[in-house]
C-alpha cells in the first residue's frame, strides 16, 4: 500500500469518526422529540426507552468521507484511488445501490416497523443487485465438495449466503455493544486482508466503517441511558449486515496466492463465525419446539450468557473476544490442519461451549427458584 492510499484510508477513517460525533447527538434530539425510542420488552435487555436511530448515520457518513476524499483525490490529480473507483465501478455501484435499499428498509422498519416477509424480499432484492455486478461465490461448490452441481446454482446459493449473513448481523444485536464490536473486529480483518491482496479500495471502504463504529460503539457502550445512550436500530445492522456480506464474498473472489497463509474461505468466514452459529443454533431450536424461525425470541447466545448471572458488558466483552480468539486462532494453524478440520473443530467447540452454557443456565435457575422456596 502505497502512501497516498495510507492518506486516503486514514483520511476517510478520521472523516467517519468527525462526521458521527457531530451526527449522533443530532439523531438523539430528534429521536426524543419525535418519540422515536426503543421501548423495555422481556426479550430486551434494556429497561429505559433509548433512541434507535443510530443506524441512520451510518450510510450517510460512510458516502460523504467517500465523496470528500474521491474530491480531494480529483482536485489534485492523484491518480491511484481513481484508477481503483473505475476499475471497480460497477461492484461498487451495485454495493451503494444494495446499502440504499438497506438503508430505506432500516429506517421504514425502526420508525413503522416492517414484517419478515418484507424484510425478506427486500434483502433478496438487494443481495441480487450485488450478485448480478459479478460478485458471487464462484469457488464456493468446489469447498462445498459440490462441484457436479450446475452452475447456475452458484447465483441461490450466493444469494442464501448473503442474505444469511444480513439477518446473522441483525439477530446478534441484542446488547450495548455487541454487533458494533464484533462488526468492527470484521472490518479489521477484511481491511487487512485486501491490503495484502492489494485491493486498496475495499480496505479503505473495511476501516471507513471501523471509524464509523467506534463513535457509535462509544455512545452505545458509554452513554448514560437517558442523555446519550443510542442504539443502531435495524437501520444500522442492515447497513452493517449488507456491507459485511458483499466484502465476505469479494475476499472469497481474490487470488489465493494472495494469501499465500490462509484460506481465503476460512479467512472471510472466522471474523462471522459467532453470529452465524449463533443464528443456526436459535433457528434449529425454534424449529424444534414448533415455533416460527423469523420470530425473535430470547435465546441467543447473549442472552444465555446473561442468565448464567454474567453483567451485560462482560458478556458482551466475552463474545467479542472470543471471536478475536477464535479468528486468530485459525489463522495461526490453518496451514497445519486444514480448512475442514479446523471447521469441524470450530463447530464442535461451538457445540461443546453452548452444551456447557445451557447446564449452567440450567443450574441458575434451579438455586433461583430453590431460594424462592426457601423464602416461602
Given amino acids: 500500500m502505497s502512501v497516498s492510499w495510507i492518506v486516503d484510508c486514514l483520511s476517510t477513517f478520521a472523516l467517519c469518526i468527525l462526521i458521527i460525533g457531530v451526527a449522533i447527538p443530532r439523531v438523539q434530539l430528534l429521536a426524543y422529540r419525535k418519540n422515536l425510542l426503543d421501548k423495555s420488552a422481556k426479550r430486551k435487555v434494556h429497561k429505559v426507552p433509548t433512541p434507535r436511530l443510530g443506524g441512520t448515520t451510518f450510510l450517510p457518513a460512510l458516502m460523504l468521507s467517500f465523496t470528500i476524499v474521491v474530491a480531494v483525490n480529483i482536485v489534485t490529480r492523484q491518480g491511484e484511488l481513481l484508477a481503483e473507483v473505475a476499475s471497480e465501478s460497477l461492484p461498487l455501484a451495485s454495493v ?25 424480499i427486500a434483502q433478496s432484492i438487494s443481495v441480487l443487485i450485488i450478485i448480478f455486478s459479478g460478485v458471487e461465490l464462484s469457488g464456493l461448490r468446489t469447498l462445498l465438495l459440490l462441484a457436479s452441481w450446475p452452475q447456475w446454482t452458484v447465483v441461490p446459493l450466493t444469494a442464501l449466503a448473503m442474505v444469511f449473513i444480513i439477518n446473522a448481523i441483525n439477530l446478534i444485536d441484542g446488547i450495548d455493544g455487541l454487533a458494533s464490536g464484533l462488526c468492527i473486529l470484521s472490518f479489521v480483518c477484511y481491511g487487512i486482508a485486501f491490503v495484502f491482496c492489494s485491493q486498496n479500495i475495499y480496505a479503505l471502504l473495511s476501516f471507513a466503517f471501523v471509524g464509523v463504529l467506534i463513535t457509535f460503539f462509544y455512545y452505545n457502550v458509554f452513554g448514560t441511558q437517558r442523555k446519550r445512550k443510542i442504539f443502531m436500530g435495524d437501520t444500522g445492522s442492515l447497513t452493517l449486515g449488507m456491507m459485511l456480506c458483499f466484502l465476505n464474498i469479494k475476499l472469497t473472489q481474490m487470488p489465493q496466492d494472495s494469501l499465500p497463509h490462509i484460506n481465503k474461505y476460512l479467512l472471510a468466514a472466522l471474523p462471522l463465525m459467532i453470529p452465524c452459529f449463533d443464528v443456526m443454533r436459535v433457528f434449529a431450536y425454534r424449529l424444534l419446539h414448533g415455533n416460527n424461525p423469523f420470530l425473535p425470541d430470547n435465546n441467543h447466545i447473549h442472552h444465555l450468557l446473561i442468565r448464567t448471572g454474567l453483567s451485560e458488558r462482560t458478556t458482551m466483552i466475552t463474545l467479542i473476544l472470543s471471536s478475536a480468539l477464535l479468528t486468530l486462532t485459525n489463522v495461526m494453524l490453518c496451514n497445519d490442519l486444514g480448512v475442514m478440520l479446523l471447521l469441524a473443530a470450530d463447530i464442535t467447540l461451538w457445540i461443546v461451549v453452548n452444551i456447557i452454557i445451557y447446564l449452567l443456565v440450567k443450574r441458575k435457575e434451579k438455586r433461583t427458584n430453590n431460594s424462592l422456596i426457601e423464602q416461602q
Fill in 96 to 120: 451503494f445501490c444494495a446499502l440504499i435499499l438497506s438503508y430505506i428498509l432500516g429506517v421504514v422498519d425502526d420508525i413503522r416497523g416492517v414484517g419478515y416477509h418484507v424484510k425478506f
